[in-house]
């Protein structure tokens, strides 16, 4: 009789344990693909890092380039002014318009960033 419930408790056991090792294979198998997934959005938050400062430096250097266009506009009507006074309100007017158009840009290129 006892040898009858020993055989049975020895045999729950066994099932109970292949129940765990199944469990266990499935965790294994489900953080495996956890892993996989951070990893692989790891990465493609990398990509879009290098991605995000190649754009920066595309924008600081645009406005870089603006902003010395708009101080060389600067110069150029201060120096028509100087030279040519109120004769030269047709080049100052062309000039102006230029600064307006570069400070657009510019705002633009701010905004982007």
């Known amino acids: 009789d006892q040898t009858i419930k020993a055989v049975l408790e020895l045999s729950k056991l066994e099932m109970a344990m292949q129940g765990a090792e199944r469990e266990k294979v499935l965790m294994q198998q489900s953080s495996h693909a956890v892993a996989k ?5 790891l990465r493609a938050i990398d990509e879009l890092n290098r991605d995000l400062a190649g754009v920066l ?35 100052i007017a062309d000039l102006s318009k230029a600064q307006s158009e570069l400070d657009n840009d510019l705002r633009r290129v701010k905004n982007q960033r």
């Open 37 to 41: 997934e951070r990893d692989e959005g």
């Open 57 to 91: 430096k595309q924008l600081d250097e645009s406005q870089q380039k603006l902003e010395a266009k708009s101080a060389a506009l600067s110069r150029q009507m201060s120096a028509v002014d100087v030279v040519n006074g109120a004769n030269a309100w047709e080049q």
